[in-house]
């Protein structure tokens, strides 16, 4: 059974950081691309970043316009954990962030895309 566990969130004010963590069991994260995606109130789930399968000790990371250059996903492969290091929050990053693994080809952008998901962990930048 596969099970994907986040936390990390909490309260922070604007500039400050976070890392958020998923937890995997019933699957090996580095022979699966993962990603981090967030919903803020009234809007629709939308991709934060990802992290592709690891071949040959490399991996590939992808990042949405509005966290590239503050955010880094990173992945332990002996903790079978997937990171996300959030720096200078900002109000508009206010939202519950899921962990999720994709299933399949498609676009990484794309939250019909991955399969299993994790409950979510709610990050709130006060300003």
């Known amino acids: 059974q596969v099970q994907l566990v986040e936390s990390g969130g909490g309260l922070v004010q604007a500039g400050g950081s976070l890392r958020l963590s998923c937890i995997a069991s019933g699957i090996t994260t580095s022979d699966y691309t993962m990603g981090w995606f967030r919903r803020a109130p009234g809007k629709e789930r939308e991709f934060v970043a990802a992290?592709?399968?690891?071949?040959?000790?490399?991996?590939?990371?992808y990042y949405a316009d509005s966290v590239k250059g503050r955010s880094t996903i990173s992945r332990d492969n002996a903790k079978n954990t997937v990171y996300l290091q959030m720096n200078s929050l900002k109000p508009d990053d206010t939202a519950i962030y899921y962990c999720?693994?994709?299933?399949?080809?498609?676009?990484?952008?794309?939250?019909?895309?991955?399969?299993?998901w994790g409950q979510g962990t709610q990050v709130t930048v006060s300003s």
């Open positions: 992290i592709t399968w690891t071949v040959s000790s490399t991996s590939y990371t």
């Open positions: 999720a693994r994709k299933a399949s080809s498609g676009s990484y952008y794309v939250p019909t895309n991955y399969d299993y």
